[in-house]
């Protein structure tokens, strides 16, 4: 199974939440959000041309971005699965490539993490 869907499958479980598909343009791109009035996004799921993330290889890649300390964003970003934040703030989000090594016990804490901070 694919990170992503393991990850929205995670969302439903732990936190009700059903991805939200809001661009017609970007079929591919979905959200999370709390559930609560304020209904904060705590994750962008989606599938991308590498070249968009810097990336030098041809082809798409599955990604999610999530929200994290700076400490934290800063010191993640030193392995290559981590990147800037694709379309969001780099100081507060960061992307990762799904697929790429990142093991999804580790993507599971960091979305919490997201979770959180997104209240």
């Known amino acids: 199974m694919r990170q992503a869907q393991q ?3 995670y969302a439903e479980n732990h936190y009700a939440a059903q991805p939200e598909y809001l661009w017609a343009k970007f079929p591919d791109y979905a959200i999370l959000r709390h559930s609560n009035a304020k209904g904060k996004w705590y ?3 989606g599938k ?23 400490d934290m964003v ?3 970003r030193q392995s290559p699965p981590f990147l800037p934040a694709y379309h969001m703030n780099k ?3 960061l992307t990762i490539l799904l697929d790429h090594g990142v093991e999804s ?7 919490d993490w997201s ?5």
Do not use: Q, R, V
Not at 115 to 119: F, P
């Open 115 to 119: 979770y959180d901070l997104t209240k």
């Open 7 to 9: 990850i929205m499958d």
């Open 43 to 45: 994750a962008l799921i």
């Open 105 to 111: 016990e580790e993507i599971f804490k960091l979305l």
């Open 91 to 93: 100081t507060h989000w």
């Open 48 to 70: 991308i041309a590498k070249t968009k993330l810097g990336l030098k290889e041809k082809g798409d890649t599955d990604f999610i971005n999530l929200k994290c300390p700076p």
């Open 74 to 76: 800063s010191i993640l």
